[in-house]
Structures are given as C-alpha cells and as structure tokens.
C-alpha cells in the first residue's frame, strides 16, 4: 500500500519513481513537500516522509508574545524590513525557516510586488505576488525548469522584492549576485548551520538564526546586523 501511495502521489506531480529512480523528492499543490525513497536504494522497503506547509502565519509580534523572539530583534527586523535591508534565515529544520520566513514577509507592504523562488511551502499573500518554482523532467523526460532559469526571469518581471527559500545544495552564485545589484529588500531562508559562506554573508545586511535552546524551545538563537 506505501508503494502504491508513493507511485500515486509521484505520477500525480509528473515526477518518476521507480527501481531506477528510486528517490524523490517534490510538492503538492497545496504546498506539502513529500520525500519518498523506494528499494533497491531502501533496504527497509518504501519510506515516505511529509512535510505540511504553514497554514498561518504568525506575525513577529506573536513570536515575540511566544518567546521564540526577543522584542528588541523583531523591532529591528521590521526596521529593516521598512527599509529595504536583504535579510536571509538559516537554520536546520527546513519547516521552521519556512515559518519564520513567512513571519518576515507578512511585514511587507502589499502595495509592494513579490516575486518568489521556490516558496511552495511558504504562507505568503497571494496578491501582487508572482511565485516561481523549480520543475523536475516529466516522465518523458524533457521539460524541466532549472534554478538558473527562473533566476532569469525573476530579473526580467522588475519585481520590488525577491523572496527565496533555498533547500539544498550551493546557494546560487547567480542569484546572489541579483539580490546584491536589483531586489533590494530580498528576504530569503537557507538550511545551513550558525556559520555561513562569506559571500552569502556580504550579500545580506542581517542573518537570522534560529534553532533550539538547551530545553529544546524553539528560538531565533542570534542576528548579526
């Protein structure tokens, strides 16, 4: 039945996954991420792991209300917000930098148009907002739309403000370079530890971390500004 469901949901997402690709990795409409695994790459038969996109949107006010955020640093933010500061959100739970991302866009204008990479499982305003994602091959195997491509068009829709949750892999050198010379006030979320490369660092006039205190409470651990 595990199987069945995973065949289901892939054929359902255009995506293939079978014995010789037996991993994938994708999002339903709606916005739930689904990582599935099948044999011969599982030995324990097919395993299927999924991920619900934030349904609502907890503005900073309440994180702060929530102790997940310090009053001084969710004033800051807004400031830089308002001012059109890049500010990028690392963590290793790809889930809460989703949340909190979502927390950081809802503080944008909605007078402001947002172009969007890779956001499907962010809770953002679907007014004035263009979404972009990426697309794997269909079953055919043609038709897939890479990161650079949507970075291309991203450039060319003039867009107020870029937002971009980056998952895995590289952070694209291409992209920072846009964010550093066109979309000022770019908010973007990126898994990675409480160090990040020094070109990511440079790009961005604040990084927020976020993770867990020694009592396992879900906290922004530090900003740099």
Same mark, same amino acid.
């Given at each position: 039945?595990?199987?069945?469901?995973?065949?289901?949901?892939?054929?359902?997402?255009?995506?293939?996954?079978?014995?010789?690709?037996?991993?994938?990795?994708?999002?339903?409409?709606?916005?739930?991420?689904?990582?599935?695994?099948?044999?011969?790459?599982?030995?324990?038969?097919?395993?299927?792991?999924?991920? %619900?996109?934030?349904?609502? #949107? =907890?503005? *900073? /006010?309440?994180?702060?209300?929530? !102790?997940? $955020?310090?009053?001084?640093?969710?004033?800051?933010?807004?400031?830089?917000?308002?001012? %059109?500061?890049?500010?990028? #959100? =690392?963590? *290793? /739970?790809?889930?809460?930098?989703? !949340?909190? $991302?979502?927390?950081?866009?809802?503080?944008?204008?909605?007078?402001?148009?947002?172009?969007?990479?890779?956001?499907?499982?962010?809770? *953002?305003?679907?007014?004035?907002?263009?979404?972009?994602?990426?697309?794997?091959?269909?079953?055919?195997?043609?038709?897939?739309?890479?990161?650079?491509?949507?970075?291309?068009?991203?450039?060319?829709?003039?867009?107020?403000?870029?937002?971009?949750?980056?998952?895995?892999?590289?952070?694209?050198?291409?992209?920072?370079?846009?964010?550093?010379?066109?979309?000022?006030?770019?908010?973007?979320?990126?898994?990675?530890?409480?160090?990040?490369?020094?070109?990511?660092?440079?790009?961005?006039?604040?990084?927020?971390?976020?993770?867990?205190?020694?009592?396992?409470?879900?906290?922004?651990?530090?900003?740099?500004?």
């Amino acid at each position: 039945y595990m199987l069945y469901s995973i065949e289901r949901m892939a054929t359902h997402a255009g995506i293939r996954i079978d014995e010789k690709a037996p991993f994938a990795n994708f999002f339903l409409k709606d916005g739930t991420k689904v990582v599935a695994i099948i044999p011969p790459l599982s030995k324990s038969g097919p395993v299927l792991t999924i991920i %619900k996109a934030p349904r609502k #949107v =907890s503005s *900073l /006010d309440q994180l702060v209300s929530e !102790k997940v $955020l310090k009053k001084e640093m969710a004033k800051k933010l807004k400031e830089y917000i308002y001012q %059109k500061k890049n500010i990028i #959100v =690392s963590g *290793l /739970d790809e889930y809460e930098n989703s !949340k909190f $991302l979502s927390s950081l866009a809802s503080c944008i204008v909605s007078s402001e148009r947002l172009v969007t990479i890779n956001t499907q499982n962010i809770c *953002l305003r679907k007014e004035n907002t263009v979404h972009l994602c990426t697309k794997p091959a269909r079953l055919e195997g043609y038709g897939e739309i890479f990161i650079s491509d949507l970075i291309g068009y991203a450039h060319d829709l003039q867009g107020d403000r870029l937002i971009y949750s980056h998952s895995q892999g590289d952070f694209p050198l291409k992209l920072l370079q846009m964010i550093g010379s066109k979309y000022q006030g770019s908010i973007c979320s990126i898994i990675a530890g409480d160090s990040l490369d020094d070109m990511i660092s440079n790009t961005f006039d604040c990084v927020v971390h976020i993770g867990r205190d020694d009592n396992g409470e879900l906290k922004v651990l530090f900003g740099s500004y």
